[in-house]
């Protein structure tokens, strides 16, 4: 076992539980100790430049994006500081370099350095145009399709597989998906228009044939040898899940996932209603206001989210996909 695990062992005995567990998700991290074996270094004997290196390996547990927050990298700092403290207080007198401006200063650099770009509505009309750049023209429109669905209030493949022509309202150019009405832009209006009338799509060697699930409005490219082949809604939902991760999420800078999408067109959604600052303030300091919280609860019912969403979790998942560095 490393050292630095031990005494992180014992500096955490010396905490609260409650404060413990967070010390402990935060800075026992294997990065920690990969980092201690490959320079031959524990945490406490490394300079400011070494320990910045090792944050930089850092990464987010069990998240697409790979990159923390800054506010993340400051928090672990912080937490560090204290370790460090107890260090000297137990074991041996050293200087604490997370006291040290020059410290602050090259993590601050660093962080400015490696910010992770989040979801906007210029990066979401970068990737559309980026998706041109492969692709067939009609397949892109097809993939441009998928990702405005996402924006526009598909909460999930299922959504998109399984909505039929009678959820469309040509007159108001609107969807109903989960009891609620999300009215479309002009520019998927059309696509989904024109998605539903195609009967092929070309493909690298000859054509698909485009067919329906169980009477689906979206329409699915295939093979010819597997036209009348039935299909589960979950073996289209698939499909399109493959098409998001490889045709999509690679036109964006930082990758992002379908509910990724779902939940910045919520943000706007968020914004339109109650103008920018106050959707801001919304998902980024409310966490501890009971009326911000309520009327969150009464925005995600009325975009279609469902009845049991937690408001703090809801603003997690926002924060990361369109303020990551906040």
């Known amino acids: 076992m490393s050292k630095t695990k031990e005494y992180l062992d014992q500096y955490l005995a010396t905490r609260p539980e409650k404060t413990r567990i967070k010390i402990r998700s935060m ?50 700092a912080s937490l560090f500081r204290s370790f460090f403290n107890w260090y000297i207080e137990n074991v041996e007198i050293i200087m604490n370099p997370f006291n040290s401006k020059k410290f602050k200063e090259k993590l ?98 000859g054509e698909f044939v485009m067919v329906e699930y169980n009477g689906s409005y979206f329409r699915f490219p295939t093979r010819q040898s597997f036209v009348g082949i039935e299909r589960e809604s979950v073996y289209w939902q698939s499909y399109l899940s493959r098409v998001f991760k490889n045709k999509i999420s690679p036109c964006f800078k930082t990758p992002v996932s379908f509910r990724d999408i779902y939940l910045y067109g919520f943000f706007e959604y968020l914004a339109r209603k109650y ?16 009326k911000n919280n309520f009327v969150l609860i009464e925005e995600t019912r009325a975009y279609g989210m469902g009845n049991n969403l937690s408001p703090t979790n809801l603003r997690r998942d926002i924060r990361q996909c369109v303020f990551p560095d906040r």
């Open 275 to 290: 103008g920018r600052e106050e959707a801001e303030r919304m998902i980024l300091f409310g966490d501890n206001d009971g």
């Open 108 to 205: 601050r650099t660093i962080l400015v350095g490696s910010r992770v770009e989040g979801i906007s509505k210029e990066a979401i009309a970068k990737a559309i145009d980026n998706l041109g750049f492969n692709e067939n023209p009609e397949y892109a429109k097809y993939c441009e399709a998928i990702l405005r669905m996402a924006y526009e209030g598909f909460s999930n493949t299922y959504d998109i597989v399984n909505f039929r022509e009678s959820d469309i309202d040509n007159l108001r150019k609107s969807v109903t998906l989960r009891g609620c009405e999300h009215l479309l832009s002009s520019r998927l209006y059309e696509l989904l228009t024109w998605i539903h009338s195609q009967d092929t799509m070309p493909a690298p060697r």
């Open 27 to 76: 800075i026992d991290r294997h990065e920690v100790y990969d980092y201690e074996e490959k320079i031959g270094k524990s945490v406490f004997e490394m300079d400011i430049d070494e320990i910045i290196e090792m944050f930089k390996t850092f990464r987010r547990r069990g998240a697409k994006r790979s990159k923390l927050s800054m506010t993340t990298y400051e928090v672990i």
